[in-house]
Structures are given as structure tokens and as C-alpha cells.
């Protein structure tokens, strides 16, 4: 494998002050730029910690995505010398498909929605061995992901603490990430607004039924 022990795929991202959403808001206002991450979003913190704690004997490994997961794990699975396969609904763009296969990852079109997509990741998980890499829902994710606000604290330094962290909800790995950072750096007095796109807010239909629910169906893109 091509990585030592402790090597970390993600990169220490800025924290900078938005003028405009500032002066929209009255207050200051910073973004993470995540975006810059080499994968090109948050996925790659948790997915490259998990990899790095269970797939370096792994022969490969599997992931159901959207596209941010699936290019994290490809990418994280690249670097460790891995074969990736991930596996992707329908609905995802013929961009993010080639995206994926630019990383090495053979791709995998399956179902309308991701449930059909993770029913068989999981399925290729066990008939060919390889290490499902699930795309939110694993605290080994969450470690990974709760160094965005380590950074963020050590990059507005010591004594000072935002009045809000405000983040999208899709499958709450990042939500989960923020709040496992919030208790990593004594913030767990800073209120989180965790928004979610109409159409597709399944958490928020979770909190209303104070259980867990599925959608009848997913009317809008996350």
C-alpha cells in the first residue's frame, strides 16, 4: 500500500469570513471551504479515517453513493493501492459517474434510489469480501468528520466560540461529525441549525415521529 499508519487524506481546510453573508445577516458569518478538499467535500475526513482503522488488508472496498461518498472512498481507496467499486443510483449524473471512474473506482448504476444502491453494496460486500465503506452512518465516520471543528476552533483561537454552527442534513454523518467535535473542543453550549432540502428531509420527518421513518418517496435532489 502506497500510505503509513499515519498518513490522513484530508487536507486542513481555511476558515474564512463571508462579507456578504455578513452583511446579510448582521453578524460575522464563516464558511469551512470543504469544498477544497481533494475529493471535494467533507466525506473524505470520516471515510479516510474509517478506511485507515478497518480496509488496509482489505481486497477492496464497496460504497453506496450519490457521488460525495462514493468519490471520498474512490479516491481514500486510490491512495491506499485498493480496487473501489461504488455503486450509485440511477439518478446520479453521468458527470459524477465519470468523476468516479477518473478515480479508479468501477462504478455501478442500481436501482432508482440510494436504498437500492446500498442493498447492493452490501450484497457485494459479502459475496466478493470486500469492506463496505458506508457513506454516513458509522462512528469511526464521525471521528473522522469531528476534525472540522478542531479546526475551526484552533483557527479562531483560543476563548472565542461561534454563536451557531450551520449545516445540511442528508444521511447525518456530517451532523453527527459536528456534534462528536463540538464535545472534542468543550463547545457543547453552541446551538447547531442543521437544515435539510424539501423533498428529501427525512430527518426532519424522523424528529416529528420521534422515531425512525422512510420517505414515500424522494421529490427533490439533496
Known amino acids: 500500500m502506497n500510505c503509513t499508519m499515519s498518513e490522513r487524506f484530508h487536507l486542513n481546510t481555511p476558515l474564512l469570513e463571508s462579507g456578504s453573508m455578513s452583511k446579510q445577516l448582521g453578524t460575522t458569518v464563516y464558511l469551512k471551504m470543504e469544498n477544497s478538499q481533494p475529493s471535494g467535500s467533507f466525506k473524505i475526513r470520516g471515510i479516510g479515517h474509517f478506511c485507515q482503522q478497518l480496509a488496509r488488508q482489505s481486497r477492496g472496498v464497496v460504497c453506496s453513493s450519490g457521488g460525495n461518498a462514493g468519490m ?3 479516491f481514500v481507496a486510490r491512495k491506499m493501492g485498493l480496487p473501489a467499486t461504488v455503486v450509485v443510483p440511477s439518478s446520479t449524473s453521468q458527470l459524477v459517474v465519470r ?3 477518473d478515480q479508479g473506482a468501477t462504478v455501478r ?3 432508482k434510489v440510494w436504498d437500492d444502491a446500498n442493498a447492493e453494496a452490501l450484497r457485494l460486500a459479502e ?6 465503506v458506508p457513506p454516513f452512518d458509522h462512528p469511526l465516520l464521525w471521528e473522522g468528520h469531528a476534525s472540522l471543528i478542531v479546526e ?3 483557527s479562531l483561537g483560543p476563548g472565542v ?3 451557531a454552527v450551520l449545516l445540511s442534513v442528508g444521511g447525518g454523518g456530517l451532523l453527527c461529525g459536528v456534534i462528536h467535535g463540538l464535545k472534542d473542543v468543550g463547545w457543547m453550549d ?3 441549525i442543521a437544515m435539510e432540502t424539501v423533498g428529501a428531509d427525512c430527518f426532519n420527518a424522523a424528529i416529528k415521529a420521534g422515531k425512525v421513518v422512510t420517505l414515500v418517496d424522494i421529490t427533490r435532489l439533496v
Open 72 to 74: 471520498a472512498a474512490a
Open 99 to 101: 468523476r468516479l471512474q
Open 109 to 111: 448504476i442500481v436501482g
Open 127 to 132: 459475496t466478493e469480501e470486500l469492506t463496505f
Open 152 to 154: 475551526a476552533a484552533a
Open 161 to 163: 466560540k461561534p454563536g
Open 190 to 192: 453552541v446551538p447547531i
